[in-house]
């Protein structure tokens, strides 16, 4: 409940900050920042949905007959980065 009750204001600040842009009030360049912030994080991708494409390529690589051990192996000490697969690269 409490979630759902600082949604509401935080919803209600934007909007109401977005309507002052859009009749050229002049606002505060901390409020436009502050925009700007809540669209970014408005654009994160949540845990759960990490999840779920996890779950969804596992299930993908499934149906196609792959195993994990048939997935490319984890580079080591002194084998070729991998720049442009799906390691990450640390350098």
Do not use: C, H
Request: charged share 20%.
């Amino acid at each position: 409940m409490f979630l759902l009750l600082v949604f509401a204001i935080l919803a209600s600040f934007t909007a109401s900050a977005w309507a002052a842009v859009d009749r050229g009030v002049p606002v505060s360049p901390y409020t436009t920042k502050a925009l700007r912030v809540r669209q970014a994080m408005d654009r994160r991708f949540s845990q759960a949905e990490r999840e779920a494409a996890a779950e969804r390529l596992k299930q993908m690589a499934a149906s196609r007959g792959l195993k994990p051990s048939d997935m490319m192996p984890m580079p080591g000490p002194g084998d070729p980065p991998d720049y442009f697969g799906m390691t990450p690269n640390w350098a």
